[in-house]
């Protein structure tokens, strides 16, 4: 069983990273909407690479693990930030 300040961290820790995907797509929206004004789709496309990058550096977290020593063991191979 957790005890509260893990289920707290844990919680911060998942708004903290839907957070930036939202910020990241947003971004990516306004670009797109300035391409389309434009007719420049390479920021868009930079957009996506960077979308991709992220969701290839995303760690899903299996039934029984730990997330908080997944996200500590991430965190030392620089993979994320907190």
Excluded: H, W
């Excluded at 990273?17 to 004004?37: D, G, H, P, V």
Aim: net charge negative; charged share 25%.
């Amino acid at each position: 069983m957790y005890q509260r300040s893990q289920f707290r961290r844990e919680v911060s820790l998942t708004e903290d990273f839907f957070r930036q995907k939202i910020e990241t797509l947003s971004f990516c929206l306004n670009l797109f909407k300035n391409s389309l004004i434009n007719f420049n789709f390479s920021f868009f496309v930079a957009c996506i690479i960077q979308l991709q990058a992220e969701e290839e550096s995303t760690r899903i977290v299996e039934v029984g693990e730990d997330p908080i020593s997944v996200v500590q063991n991430l965190n030392k191979g620089g993979i994320i930030n907190e």
